[in-house]
C-alpha cells in the first residue's frame, strides 16, 4: 500500500507499520445447501373473456350463489407435479368431452399460499392442449375451496366422442 502524498516521515513510519497488518478480506463462502423449495411467480388473474356484444362472462357468480351446478371436481391433492398436470389434462379432456361446462379443481393452499400445484395451475391452464378448452377460469367461493380452488368454464363441447 502507498502512504498517502504529502506525509511527514514519522506519519510515513507509522503508515508502513499499519500497512504492514492489513490482509485482504476473505471471499464470502458459498451455500453448498440444496434447496428445499423453489420460488414462483405468484398466480396470475383470472381469464375472463368477453362475447362479442362485449358483456363479460361472469359465470362464477351464479356459481357461488348456486344458480349454476358444479357438473366435474377434479381434486389435485397429494400429487406431485407432473402426476397432477396429467390428471388435469385428461380430466378436462374427459369433462369437455361430456359436455360439462362447469368443473371445479382443487389444488389445495399449501403452507403460506405457496403450495406448488395452486402457483403451477395457471401456467397449467395456458398449456395449449389445455387452453382450447377452457373458456374462463375464476377463484372459488369459500365453500368450494376458497384461494385452494378454482373454477374453470368450458367452451361447449359435443356430447358424444367422435371416432376416427
Known amino acids: 500500500m502507498k502512504a498517502a502524498p504529502g506525509l511527514s516521515a514519522a506519519d510515513r513510519k507509522i503508515w508502513q507499520q499499519v500497512a504492514r497488518t492489513v490482509r485482504p478480506l476473505s471471499a464470502p463462502k458459498l451455500d453448498t ?11 396470475p388473474a383470472p381469464i375472463l373473456h368477453k362475447r362479442s356484444g362485449g358483456i363479460q362472462i361472469r359465470k362464477d357468480k351464479k356459481v357461488r350463489r348456486g344458480q349454476i351446478q358444479i357438473e366435474r371436481t377434479i381434486d389435485l391433492h397429494d400429487l406431485t407435479r ?8 385428461r380430466r378436462l379432456l374427459l369433462a369437455h368431452e361430456c359436455g360439462h361446462r362447469t368443473v371445479l379443481i382443487i389444488t389445495g393452499k399449501g403452507p403460506n399460499l405457496q403450495g406448488v400445484l395452486r402457483l403451477s395451475l395457471p401456467a397449467w391452464l395456458n398449456d395449449p392442449a389445455v387452453r382450447k378448452l377452457i373458456s374462463s377460469t375464476a377463484p372459488a367461493h369459500i365453500r368450494h375451496g376458497g384461494t385452494g380452488a378454482v373454477y374453470v368454464f368450458l367452451k361447449q363441447g359435443s356430447r358424444f366422442r367422435t371416432i376416427r
Open 82 to 89: 407432473d402426476a397432477a398436470f396429467a390428471r388435469l389434462k
Open 33 to 43: 445447501q440444496p434447496q428445499t423449495h423453489i420460488h414462483l411467480p405468484p398466480a
